[in-house]
């Protein structure tokens, strides 16, 4: 059981590149998140999926796309990469459940991925 | 929209002391969950101790405790015999219950266990 992975962990970019990120989760869980998270702050939401086929824009979802083709699997794009994109990006998942069961409001994350944009 | 504010950037402790951590939010919903959540230096996501907003017990997870007042919507984190491996980034969080459940962060206390 390997939780939540990126893919991949590293990445350098230079202005106007593309490149997808790749979230997988083997817990069969629903709800997938993308997060950002830049120097000194705490993560700010991209996008989110509450199932397979649905996405839906979070804080800051300019500049990305998503996609939930898969239940397991959350893709986030960047068409054409700028400087202000360069973060750690973070994936997670939750699962659905009764209200008050503590598996229903935890959301466990992946290690991140360190995107720098030249 | 929800907001939540960590006042302390950085703190520091001595090992086997205590060191509260101070949150606050700011919303008009009545039912949610607050977290708080532990990043090491490996960057990893680390649950520490959650609180359900229609529980008046404030939640326990051994050596970390929260207090929790709803009314003054205040989320301290209380961690008791501070040990060297509790030396990472805290972040506050903030769920409400509606509408995908996504967390809302805090900017985080950097918190330094001294031997």
């Known amino acids: 059981n390997a939780g939540v992975t990126q893919t991949p962990k590293f990445r350098v970019l230079k202005t106007g590149q593309s490149m997808t990120l790749l979230c997988a989760q083997d817990m069969n869980h629903e709800y997938m998140y993308w997060y950002r998270q830049d120097p000194g702050m705490g993560l700010r939401l991209i996008h989110y999926s509450v199932g397979e086929g649905t996405t839906a824009k979070g804080e800051v979802p300019d500049g990305y796309n998503v996609s939930r083709l898969k239940k397991q699997n959350f893709l986030l794009g960047l068409e054409s990469a700028a400087p202000s994109q360069t973060s750690v990006y973070f994936c997670a998942s939750r699962s659905w459940g009764l209200a008050g069961v503590p598996a229903y409001n935890e959301q466990f994350f992946g290690p991140g991925t360190r995107l720098t944009v030249l | 929209a929800q907001t939540v504010t960590q006042s302390q950037p950085e703190m520091s402790v001595q090992e086997a002391e205590t060191v509260t951590l101070s949150c606050t939010y700011d919303?008009?919903?009545?039912?949610?969950?607050l977290f708080w959540y532990k990043q090491p230096p490996s960057r990893q996501m680390i649950l520490v101790i959650r609180q359900e907003a229609y529980k008046q017990q404030n939640a326990t997870e051994n050596r970390f405790s929260v207090n929790f007042q709803k009314a003054a919507k205040s989320f301290s984190l209380k961690i008791s015999d501070s040990q060297l491996g509790d030396t990472a980034m805290y972040f506050c969080a903030f769920m409400k219950l509606l509408g995908g459940n996504m967390l809302t962060f805090g900017g985080g206390t950097r918190l330094m266990v001294k031997p």
């Open positions: 919303t008009s919903e009545n039912n949610y969950y």
